[in-house]
Antibody
Framework: QVQLVQSGAEVKKPGASVKVSCKASGYTYTSYGISWVRQAPGQGLEWMGWISAYNGDTKYAQKFQGRVTMTTDTSTNTAYMELRSLTSDDTAIYYC??????????????WGQGTLVTVSS | QSVLTQTPSASGTPGQRVTISCSGSSSNSGRNYVYWYQQFPGMAPKLLIYRNNQRPSGVPDRFSGSKSGTSASLAISGLRVEDEADYYCAAWDDSLSGWVFGGGTKLTVL
């Protein structure tokens, strides 16, 4: 079965960077892209961007352009999301989520368990 | 401010039918499929409805989705206490070239 297992909670100081990992199993890793979605405390879901696990192509939400980098390692079936210049507004649960569906009509179908990132001085 | 608009809360009693709405624009729900996710407190979201009205295997047929124009709805019939959760709609936005979500609807089963 599809599993996305994320790295553990992080506490960072303002201005620092955080890198969250998402290890996939139960399917052919390179067949589907992975999105990163975050959820601030008590708030809704916010899409941050997407990476192709096949060739590493990325698409970032404009809000995060220049501050986020998504990468993938096909040798370990792991996707990474690095967010820089953290502020308290970045305190949130960060989810990785895998595409599903047919080519050209993919959608977010599977979610990791989430990684809490707390930004505090 | 979410791109897709949902009413923040909804409620019903066991056995009732409730509807949760999601309103967007021509660049997202108006021309693309709408998806619904269910999220329990402290848990990751789970896909509930895909491509406007399709249920993944394992999702009870008490849950149904529909779309008309730029608006979509999630209906839950035969409401159960265990349906109490947050519900989010989502769609691809062609103008933003990304996924957009509604602000979520908290469903309370009284």
């Amino acid at each position: 079965q599809v599993q996305l297992v994320q790295s553990g909670a992080e506490v960072k100081k303002p201005g620092a960077s955080v890198k969250v990992s998402c290890k996939a199993s139960g399917y052919t890793y390179t067949s589907y892209g992975i999105s990163w979605v975050r959820q601030a405390p008590g708030q809704g879901l916010e899409w941050m961007g997407w990476i192709s696990a096949y060739n590493g192509d990325t698409k970032y939400a404009q809000k995060f352009q220049g501050r986020v980098t998504m990468t993938t390692d096909t040798s370990t079936n792991t996707a990474y999301m690095e967010l820089r210049s953290l502020t308290s507004d970045d305190t949130a649960i960060y989810y990785c989520a895998r595409d599903t569906g047919d080519p050209g009509t993919y959608y977010i179908g599977y979610w990791g368990q989430g990684t809490l990132v707390t930004v505090s001085s | 401010q979410s791109v897709l608009t949902q009413t923040p809360s909804a409620s019903g009693t066991p056995g009732q039918r409730v509807t949760i709405s999601c309103s967007g624009s021509s660049s997202n729900s108006g021309r693309n499929y709408v998806y619904w996710y269910q999220q329990f407190p402290g848990m990751a979201p789970k896909l509930l409805i895909y491509r406007n009205n399709q249920r993944p295997s394992g999702v009870p047929d008490r849950f149904s989705g529909s779309k008309s124009g730029t608006s979509a709805s999630l209906a839950i019939s035969g409401l159960r206490v265990e349906d109490e959760a947050d519900y989010y709609c989502a769609a691809w936005d062609d103008s933003l070239s990304g996924w957009v979500f509604g602000g979520g609807t908290k469903l309370t089963v009284l």
